[in-house]
């Protein structure tokens, strides 16, 4: 496995309150979210780069406004009030 380093100012951990590990660990994160939620990485890839089990990864995208499936929030609510107006209409 590589270790995917980078460098920051001193003042990004500073503003953020964090200590270096917990940043590097967030940005992982929100690398594999953003990965993920433009198709990149499947989510099980994308757990491996967070350094999560796929389990949680799984219910963390909920936090980032993301599906398991491929949709957004709002796109798989869109989907549930179209198939429910498709249940009235029989």
Known sequence: MRI??????????????????EFAAEARLILAMKLYETGKLSTGLAARLAGVPRVVFIFQLSQYGLSPFGL??????????????????E
Not at 4 to 21: C, M, R
Not at 72 to 89: F, G, I, M, P, V
């Open 72 to 89: 957004t929030a709002d796109e798989l609510e869109e989907d549930l009030e179209n198939a429910k107006r498709a249940s009235y209409c």
């Open 4 to 21: 995917l380093t980078f460098e920051y100012p001193d003042e990004v951990l500073w503003a953020l309150q964090k200590e270096p590990e």
